[in-house]
Structure formats: C-alpha cells, structure tokens
C-alpha cells in the first residue's frame, strides 16, 4: 500500500502531473508534499465507513458496561442486559452434548434449518395456529431472532420503503431496517399518566391510534410490533392487534410480529397471525430458543409465516449467513419435543412470576412505583422521586444524555447495581417520556436478586419526601 500512496521522486528538470515545470529541489519537495495530502484526503475520503455503521454517540451497552467497570462498588449486580444468570434445563443441555458426537449435526444444515426442527416447531405451535404449520415453506430457522428480522428486512425493504416502529423499540430494529435503505417512522408508546405516582399494569402503556393512522402512506411496506414488549413488559390486548392488523390488511402492509417472549406471559396472550386467515397471509412472526431455553448464547431463532413471504425471507438468510448451528438445532428440536412432557413451559411461567414478586418487593418497600409485567422478564421502575445530588459529577458523554442515563450511571457508581436507560429505545424527540424510568432484568437466580434488593435499599437517603 505503502508504494500506491508515494510518489516517484523525478529529476528537478521533469514535469510533474499538473504540467508545472519544477525549477528547484524545494519546488519538488512542495509539490511532493502537496501530492501525498491529496492522496491522503482521497484515500481518507475512500476509508470512510459507510453512514449506517458511522455513528459516533455511545450505545447504551457500550456506556453501562464501562461504567459498571468502572465503578468503586465491586462485584457489580448486573440487572441490564437481558442475559439469564443460569443454565438451560438438564434435558437440553444433555440433547445438545449428544449432537456434538453425531457427524451430522457437526455440518451444514440445509438453509432453511434442520427438518427435525421445523417439524417440531410445526407440532409444538399447532395448539396456538389451529393447524400444523408446513414445516417445509413455512418456518425458515435463522441465526437468532435478531438475524431473522434482518433477513425479512432485507427480503422485503427497498430504499425509500417506510417501517413504521413503536417506541420504546428493540434497539436492533433500526439497524436492520436502515441496512436495505428503509426509512423509519416512529410511533411512540405512552406510560400511564399516574405512572410516576402509583404502581400499574403494563397494559396502561398504550398507543395513540389517532397517530398510528397518520403515520400511514403509500410508501409504508411494513410494521413491527413487539409482543410481550420488551422493555415494557406490556402484552398486547386482542382489541389492540385487532386495530393494528385492520390498519396493516387494509394498506397491505407487512406485520413484523417479534414474540420471542411468547412463553412468558402472566395474562391472556393472542398471537398477531392468528387473529384471521386474512391477518395470517401478512404476518411474519419471529421466535427465539434463546428466550425459551434460557441459551442466548446459542443464536438460534425462527421465523414462521406463510410460504408466500417465508420464501424470501428464506433467501435473504441463505445470502446472509447460509445456515445456522447445527448442533443447537438439533438440541433445540428435543427441547421442544420434551418440553411438554417435562412441565418446562408452566414451570418457565411459575419460575419468573416468582422472580418478579421477589425482585418488586423493593419498590414497594421503597415506595417506588413500577409497572407490573404482563410478559417477558424486564421490570420498568419509575425513579422521579429519586433526587441526585446536585452537583454530582458525570462524565460528560452522560451529562448530555436525559435524566434516565444519569439515573443508570448514579445507581452503578452509589450502589453497585446496573440497569437500562430505556429512553435509548425513543428518538431524541420523545425521550423524554421516559426520563424517569429504568428497565431492570430478572432473569436472575434469587440470590443475585436478594443482593440487588439490599444495595437498591441504599436509595432511601435520595427518596424525595
């Protein structure tokens, strides 16, 4: 690279591109010099990533996880990211130990996901359909969840296509969609009125539908939703999808329906498809076994749909990656033909209820109110009768950041717990609805729970009477 960069050093009398002639050393030494910052800036300008990737602003992972440590209070309790602070259960960890000893789960699958999966995602989700999925055109397995929402975005996005996201958002979501050039428009949750004075439900998140509708045009090409929310821990209402998937089957728009939390739900839940034959025919619904088996590590994710779509979204996959784990498929697929049998999924259910009733106690004791889960396992507290000490001193890539970032970095720094900003998931316009709160993860074993509780109660001396 060296010799593309350097000029070839010439005789003074010579004439150099521009047509100059040189009439002496210093001249060339000039001109050389004037030449290789040229070539720099153009090799610079060539260097430049591209504007999806380019960002400059810290992520909200990259902060906690720096100030977490960072910080004086040693172990840090981790409550951020939603990772489980325990195994999957035996039966799976066994089925996948055996996998590895077989030839074939140590190859290729074939693109669309080992058939022992898809056959029994078929069966297990038969009970919620109404019918057997065909396991051939209509479930495609893929590397996560994350990977198989990029893989639909990438199937069915155009530049200049319009995806319309509510806030909060999974923070991936924007990623993926800017990757093919879509353009997103942004429809934002609002919390409970009271929310920063009294605990509720998770169900009193709710969207404007008046702005839902005019965040409709011609060039909307599809919606996602996310149900059981994350980090809102909100189940959507049938009455809700219902308006939401009159709103997509009368402009032909693409639902997008993540339900990885589809087996943590501690109030009725309604899948978007099966509302109708007619909702079906649009409706790409997204699941994870990370979020099933406790194994986020293991990347292994689906989409099922009707063949018509899961077509493409198949194709985008094999251009993406070709195939995922083939020993994790395998694995998965005895998780899913057992789990039944085992109790795993009632016991999922008890397991984090449990969790959430242990964990929540806190905010009680503190009189702190939060809003109560109806799924998944993030808790959303509201801090607003938490005061800062004035003065306090935050790095500056925090100081510029709403009220939640503070509130995040000051709990790490004072008590040793971590948690999630959640106004990382809103635009700048609308952080502000969520200045206050703070996500908290669960998914943990109790006696990290108890830990969080105990330095949590360091917040009382900071509780506004």
């Known amino acids: ?19 100059t002639v040189v009439k002496s050393r210093q001249q060339l030494v000039q001109s050389q010099r004037h030449h290789l910052h040229s070539s720099s800036r153009l090799m610079s300008a060539k260097l430049q990533p591209a504007a999806r990737v380019a960002g400059n602003r810290q992520d909200v992972w990259t902060i ?76 495609t397995i893929t590397t996560g969840a994350n990977e198989g929402m990029l893989s639909a975005f990438m199937a069915f996005v155009e530049p200049g296509d319009e995806v319309i996201v509510f806030e909060p958002f999974f923070d991936q979501y924007i990623s993926n969609i800017e990757m093919p050039g879509g353009k997103i428009v942004y429809v934002p949750m609002h919390p409970p009125k009271d929310g920063h004075i009294k605990t509720l439900s998770a169900s009193e998140w709710t969207i404007d539908f008046d702005e839902l509708e005019r965040a409709v045009t011609p060039r909307t090409k599809m919606l ?32 997008l329906s993540d339900e990885v939390y589809d087996r943590l739900f501690y109030t009725p839940f309604t899948r978007m498809a099966t509302l109708s034959p007619e909702v079906e025919k649009i409706t790409l619904t997204v699941g994870s076994a990370g979020k ?20 493409y979204v198949a194709a985008a996959h094999t251009r993406i990656c070709y195939s995922s784990v083939s020993p994790l498929q395998e694995a998965c697929a005895i998780g899913f033909e057992e789990a039944d049998q085992q109790g795993f999924w009632t016991q999922c259910i008890e397991d984090m209820q449990n969790k959430m009733s242990r964990f929540n106690a806190i905010w009680d004791e503190l009189g702190l109110p939060y809003s109560i889960p109806e799924g998944g396992y993030f808790v959303m507290a509201n801090l607003n009768k938490v005061e800062i000490p004035e003065g306090y001193p935050f790095p500056p890539h925090v100081a510029e950041r709403p009220r939640d970032f503070k509130l995040a970095w000051f709990l790490i720094q004072e008590l040793g717990v ?25 998914c943990k ?21």
Not at 292 to 311: C, D, H, K, S
Not at 418 to 442: C, G, K, Q
Not at 446 to 462: I, N, P, S
């Open 224 to 255: 996602v939703i996310n149900t059981p929310h994350n980090p809102v821990g909100k189940v959507f209402s049938r009455a809700e999808l219902e308006r939401i998937a009159d709103l997509c089957v009368k402009n032909q728009i693409i639902i």
């Open 445 to 465: 074993p109790d006696e990290v729970l108890e830990d969080a509780k105990e330095r949590l109660r360091g917040l009382k001396k900071f509780i506004k009477q």
């Open 292 to 311: 099933n088996f406790y194994a986020t590590g293991w990347r292994v994710g689906w989409l099922m749909g009707p063949a018509e779509l899961i077509q």
């Open 64 to 139: 906690v996880n720096e100030a977490a440590a960072a910080s004086p209070r040693q172990p840090i309790v981790n409550m951020g990211q939603g990772f489980f602070g325990y195994n999957p259960p035996e039966f799976i960890l066994n089925a996948a130990k055996k996998a590895l000893d077989r030839v074939e789960c140590n190859q290729y699958s074939p693109t669309r996901g080992r058939p022992r999966l898809r056959k029994a995602l078929s069966k297990a989700y038969a009970p919620h359909w109404g019918r057997e999925l065909d396991p051939e055109t209509e479930i």
């Open 1 to 19: 690279m060296s010799g593309l960069l350097l000029p070839v050093l010439r005789r003074p009398s010579s004439l150099i591109s521009t047509g």
């Open 418 to 442: 971590a948690a999630i900003p959640p106004s990382e998931f809103y635009t700048d316009v609308n952080a502000h609805i969520v200045e206050d709160w703070l996500r908290f993860a669960v």
